[in-house]
């Protein structure tokens, strides 16, 4: 355990390093349910809830999108609040095959953290769940800037400089439907790796050739000159982490995504659907 953690890790490596990490739910869910209910309602032993809207985001938008990044000052006092330190490792999970839990994730290690998504999220543990929450001390962990040079702005996502691969399913891609965004579709010039496709039936990541062929097969060959985007910049961090975790290299992330770029009504948008 240490600097060379990758991005994903298995309930097995929890076992062996138990006492060594800090364990946080990130459940939170794009209908508004509430993920703390869920936590309260059962939750793995020792975890510490982190809430997304709180926490992990700032106020939202039409000029930022749904789920900005926070200023680092919240976020640090987050991290605080649930008992990590600069010096610790996190591993997050949720219920959704660690799609949401890699927002968390991506914004420790993109701030030089140890973080990894736990494997399989919650049904990679199979005891018993807990409705007691922790109590932890005070934490110590300070705000740092986000890294420029792993963030892309919308004026970035819309040049085909770069290759935007879009995290939403297919068919939020192709404008099909589009339950919380004024407009369907997708960026021009955009290509379709749903996150979800890096997940097996289990919600476990799906073997790492595999993983690797599903960006090949959309033409993505290197995270380098990536701008992974989704709705609003909580999966797409889950297709930058399964880039790392297969070795094909750090992309960047448009954290407004189409939740920014859809209120910007200069921007075109492109379907897949005739009449869309």
Known sequence: MG????????????AENAGKFVLADTRWYLDGSSGKDAYDSGHLPGAVFMDLDQWLSGPASPEAGRNPLPDPNVFAEGMR?????DSDTVVAYDDAGGVIAARLVWMLRSTGHNAAILNGGMAAYQGELTTQAPSPRMGDFSAQAWPAHLLADISEASS???LRV???NRDRFDGLQDPVDPRPGHIPGAVNVPCRGNLDSTGHLIPELQVRANFELAGVLSAEGVVSYCGSGVTACHNLLAMEHVGMGHGRLFVGGWSQYSRAQEMPEATLTPGL
């Open 160 to 162: 085909a400089t770069y």
């Open 166 to 168: 879009d995290a939403r």
């Open 3 to 14: 600097e060379d953690l990758r991005p994903f890790v298995d309930w097995d490596w929890c």
């Open 81 to 85: 609040r649930a008992g990590i330190n």
